[in-house]
């Protein structure tokens, strides 16, 4: 969240599509007894140069239309023109993104036939991260992307991958689809995922297990989009 808040206009190359992610935005105490925002470097306090996909180009072209609208006048450290802020105008820090996903999700749970659990800034990365590897990412690529210090901690995310579907059964392949669109300045993004890979039986003998199918129902009952929600 630290490197996505702290993105400015300037880390922003839509000519060449490219994102440069060089520092990140922190809200800690330095120095002193309050807490405040503060630019520090990367973690790894490498330059990372990430290449847009369409859907990025698309949000962030469309996000570049308000700019005048959205922009707010703050300066840290001699960083401006940030792009993101919270609902309340603020710059964005790990608390204020996480509060914005728990709003997020008790909205979308209101109405929700399946409801969804608590989702934190962590979730989304590590999720983002083990999809790519599920689809196979070069692991360097997913390194750099990433900003992981070592190959390690990305090894750590292949072999989770490839243990859970060696236990599960199953297939390789799987079609996971992430778009994103602006709507009056705001960015929605939705993941669908088609199922491939899923082993229908073992997620129903699973969800029995844990007692959250309805009594007397037959699994056959059951549709396929109902058994994938489990």
């Given amino acids: 969240v630290s490197e996505f808040a702290g993105l400015t206009w300037e880390d922003i190359d839509m000519k060449n599509r490219i994102i440069t992610i060089d520092h990140q935005l922190q809200y800690k105490k330095i120095g002193g007894d309050n807490f405040d925002f503060h630019i520090t470097s ?3 306090t490498h330059t ?6 369409d859907d990025v180009y698309d ?3 469309e996000l570049h239309k308000y700019y005048f609208i959205l922009r707010k006048d703050y300066c840290v450290d001699g960083k401006k023109d940030f792009l993101f802020y919270s609902q309340s105008g603020n710059l964005l820090s790990i608390t204020s ?11 979308y749970n209101e109405t929700a036939e399946y409801k969804i659990g608590k989702i934190s800034a962590h979730t989304l990365r590590h999720t983002g991260c083990t999809r790519d590897a599920e689809d196979g990412m070069d692991i360097k690529v997913l390194q750099y992307i990433m900003g992981h210090s070592n190959t390690q901690i990305t090894n750590n995310v292949y072999n989770h991958v490839n243990e859970e579907r060696a236990a599960s059964g199953k297939s390789d ?8 669109k602006t709507e009056a300045g705001k960015v929605w993004i939705t993941v669908e995922d088609n199922g491939g ?7 129903l003998a699973k969800a029995k297990k844990q007692g959250i199918l309805d009594a007397g129902r037959p699994d056959t009952s059951y549709t396929d989009k109902e058994v994938y929600q489990f």
């Fill in 97 to 107: 993104f996480n509060y914005e996903l728990k709003k997020a999700v008790e909205k």
């Fill in 173 to 180: 392949k799987g079609k996971v689809t992430l778009s994103a």
């Fill in 48 to 53: 990372r140069r990430i290449p847009m996909t």
């Fill in 59 to 61: 949000v962030l072209s």
């Fill in 197 to 203: 890979g899923l082993d229908r039986e073992k997620i």
């Fill in 42 to 44: 990367t973690k790894n």
